[in-house]
């Protein structure tokens, strides 16, 4: 069964720059947009950063454009998040996410999800 596996997260203090990691299970949704979301509790998810299944195409929240960047590595199955310049307000539970039907993923209606990844950033 195809699951997604996030890491990478952690305390880390303002301005670090952590690389967040979800891993696909072999063989599978190699060939899915992929996103990263984030939620803090009683907020709702907000999409972060999405990436075409070739990686030519990528797409990124307000809030941290120029900030993060999003990669995909096919050949691992892997995507990435790396985060510059990380603030207090980017403390929040990291969810990877992919799917079928691209437009779905990126409002936050995909297929599959990891288990997120706690990212806490001290001031």
């Known amino acids: 069964q195809a699951q997604l596996v996030e890491s990478g997260g952690g305390l880390v203090q303002a301005g670090a720059s952590p690389r967040l990691s979800c891993a696909a299970s072999?063989?599978?949704?190699?060939?899915?947009?992929k996103a990263w979301f984030r939620q803090v509790p009683g907020r709702e998810r907000e999409f972060v950063a999405g990436?075409?299944?070739?990686?030519?195409?990528?797409y990124y929240a307000d809030s941290v454009k120029g900030r993060f960047t999003i990669s995909r590595d096919n050949t691992k199955n892997t995507v990435y998040l790396q985060m510059n310049s990380l603030k207090p307000e980017d403390t929040a539970v990291y969810y990877c996410?992919?799917?079928?039907?691209?437009?779905?993923?990126?409002?936050?209606?995909?297929?599959?999800w990891g288990q997120g990844t706690q990212v806490t950033v001290s001031s």
């Open positions: 072999p063989g599978t949704l190699s060939t899915y947009i």
């Open positions: 996410t992919t799917g079928q039907e691209a437009r779905g993923v990126v409002a936050g209606r995909g297929d599959y």
């Open positions: 990436i075409s299944w070739s990686g030519a195409s990528t």
